[in-house]
């Protein structure tokens, strides 16, 4: 985050995004470590291939099971209580991110601008090895010069695009 601090837009995508979890949480941690301020130029675009994921994704709503590993602080901090045990993501939050449908065997992607870091974690192992490294290629190319790909580490990436520069587990940089 601190490489980001700098940049006039920080740009993230959260692949695979599912209800969003992962992308609010990313949202958090740039407010954490950034400053609130820093959400003003935070666009964190969370995709995923199923509708009804992106919809509640988009709602922003999580039950309390979901958000018990948070600490108090950062749940009150980040979150309202909204219905019987629910918690929703504050707007401020809500308007660093974006949700959409998308298929990440549907390479290119669409997009106009490349990303500073893309998460696509718990994914690549649902695919056929040709379908990995295709999809590695393509999120490759949407990752601007320097950025960075966090995988699960379970993930292999090094095989199947070489291109990618290993970081440490599970991260990638790419020249």
């Known amino acids: 985050l601190p490489r980001l ?16 979890d992962e992308a609010y949480t990313i949202a958090m941690l740039v407010a954490e470590h950034l400053g609130p301020a820093a959400l003003s130029k935070l666009a964190i675009l969370g995709t995923d291939i199923s509708a009804p994921v992106v919809e509640r994704a988009e709602l922003a709503v999580f039950a309390r099971r979901q958000v018990n590993q948070m600490s108090r602080v950062m749940r009150q901090k980040y979150m309202s209580p909204t219905g019987i045990d629910q918690f929703r993501v504050n707007e401020d939050l809500r308007r660093s991110c974006t949700f959409r449908r998308l298929n990440l065997k549907a390479t290119p992607y669409p997009f106009s601008k490349q990303f500073q870091v893309v998460f ?3 994914i690549l192992y649902y695919f056929e ?47």
């Open 120 to 122: 696509c974690r718990n």
């Open 5 to 20: 601090a700098d940049r006039e837009q920080i740009r993230i995508w959260s692949a695979a995004a599912s209800t969003g």
């Open 129 to 175: 090895p040709a379908d990995q490294a295709a999809t590695l290629h393509a999120l490759y190319d949407a990752t601007e010069s320097g950025g960075f790909l966090i995988t699960s580490v379970t993930e292999s990436v090094g095989d199947l695009c070489p291109k990618w520069i290993p970081v440490t587990t599970g991260v990638y940089r790419r020249d």
